[in-house]
């Protein structure tokens, strides 16, 4: 399956720890057995917060001399506004690293940098530790060239973000922001990184009907939330489509009429607007139309008896709407460009009063019924939002008018009392675009 891959970063910066020394208030002083004062402050790098001392708690200092040799220091936890005091013995150094060490933190990763032994004999540190979580904002789209579509929310609550699987003993993953508070909202997931130090987390994200697709999260990256954008090839099902046309009766038709179509896809409770390449895709849809169909139809003269024979043939306009619904085939890998679509509704026509001009006689005055109609047609977009439709249509409308004369020893034949229906057959073609 082919798909794209692509992350959106809300800044170019990358994100580093950062072990400041504070402008020191005190003389300037050796370095001596006795020990130089540390006081650590650890603030979250992304926000800037003071860490609390429960978070403190599980990052370890580590003083290092220039030769390798870890220093023995004596600390003491929270003493006034500092995180950590460590008195450090800096004789017989020029220069010493300060390391945190954060392998037992699962909120932070460890920092070092290198400072000169010679100093104040007190000094302040403020240590920015870049976190281990972020959250993941996913968003999915399927669709090709200039035509995307975005899968809905309810996609996005049944799909799963996961660990690759070369990834799967550094990377943890959870749904619902890392606040806590936003377990149920779509998309929104944690991410946190158990590696030694911040970099690259190789993610994998499953849509249900689409597969399998990869993500990559940089730790390193400034911004609490990212947004990750995940692409599938896929065929684009329109919002809606609009057509204009023609139609020629084939059976009881009278010349060339007019049809009117909107067709709104029906979406939602796990239907979306996009379905992948090689999927051949069903969609419903809902349907209100209008039309302006001429006709011609047939009379009988009935009698004496059950005795029918044709007698003559009136026409007439059809002036209608109708509302109902139907099904679309996107057949795979055709680019959503072919389309065919059966469709049923209801329709309400109205029609003026036929006359038979041959025996002056007015057959049927005007009238307007409901009836039933039907509609097989197949599509092409040709370019961009434009296509081309042809189909057959189908209407029928019961006691639409009269048989036709009735058969009378006194004289003249008059109008018969009993309905026939009617029913036509039409071809039609025209231009559509997609909504």
């Known amino acids: 399956m082919r798909y794209r891959q692509r992350v959106l970063w809300v800044a170019l910066a990358q994100l580093h720890c950062a072990i400041e020394m504070l402008p020191q208030t005190a003389g300037p002083a050796s370095p001596s057995a006795e020990g130089v004062t540390h006081a650590l402050g650890y603030y979250d790098a992304v926000t800037g917060d003071r860490l609390g001392d429960a978070e403190a708690a599980s990052l370890r200092p580590v003083f290092v001399r220039d030769d390798g040799s870890v220093l023995n220091v004596a600390v003491a936890q929270g003493r006034g506004d500092a995180s950590l005091v460590a008195s450090v013995p800096l004789d017989n150094t020029r220069r010493y690293r300060v390391r945190i060490d954060g392998a037992s933190s699962l909120r932070y990763f460890g920092c070092e940098a290198e400072f000169e032994a010679d100093g104040a004999p007190g000094r302040q540190f403020r240590v920015l530790l870049v976190p281990r979580q972020r959250e993941v904002l996913l968003r999915v789209r399927a669709g090709h060239g200039a035509r995307w579509r975005a899968l809905s929310d309810e996609t996005l609550s049944r799909s799963e973000l996961r660990a690759a699987a070369a990834s799967e003993r550094e990377v943890e993953v959870h749904r619902g922001g890392c606040d806590g508070a936003s377990q149920g909202a779509p998309g929104r997931w944690c991410v946190r990184s158990l590696a030694e130090s911040p970099g690259p987390m190789n993610l994998s994200v499953y849509v249900p009907g689409f597969g399998l697709n990869a993500v990559t999260v940089d730790a390193t990256h400034p911004a609490r939330a990212l947004f990750a954008e995940v692409s599938y090839e896929g065929q684009v099902v329109p919002r809606a489509v609009l057509q204009l046309g023609a139609s020629a009766g084939v059976y009881q038709g009278d010349g060339l009429g007019g049809v009117f179509a909107l067709n709104v896809t029906v979406a939602g409770a796990g239907v979306e607007l996009a379905c992948p390449m090689q999927s ?23 009698g004496p008896g059950e005795a029918r024979v044709p007698d003559t043939t009136v026409t007439g306009s059809l002036l209608g709407l109708e509302v109902g619904g139907g099904l679309t085939v996107y057949p795979g890998g055709t680019d959503d460009k ?16 036929e006359r038979d001009a041959a025996h002056r006689l007015t057959l049927s005055p005007a009238a307007a019924q409901a009836g039933l109609g039907a509609e097989l047609q197949a599509a092409y977009r040709l370019a961009g939002s434009f296509q081309v439709f042809a189909g057959a249509r189908f209407l029928a409308l019961p006691r639409f008018g009269s048989e036709g004369r009735q058969f009378s020893y006194l004289g003249d034949a008059g109008v018969r009392d009993a309905l026939a229906s009617m029913v036509q057959f039409a071809l039609s073609a025209g231009l559509g675009v997609d909504l």
């Open 338 to 353: 072919l389309r065919f679509s059966a469709g049923l509704s209801m329709l309400y026509a109205g029609r003026d009063a």
């Open 280 to 302: 051949t895709c069903l969609r419903p849809y809902l349907h209100l139309g209008g039309f302006a169909s001429p006709y011609r139809r047939g009379t009988f003269l009935v």
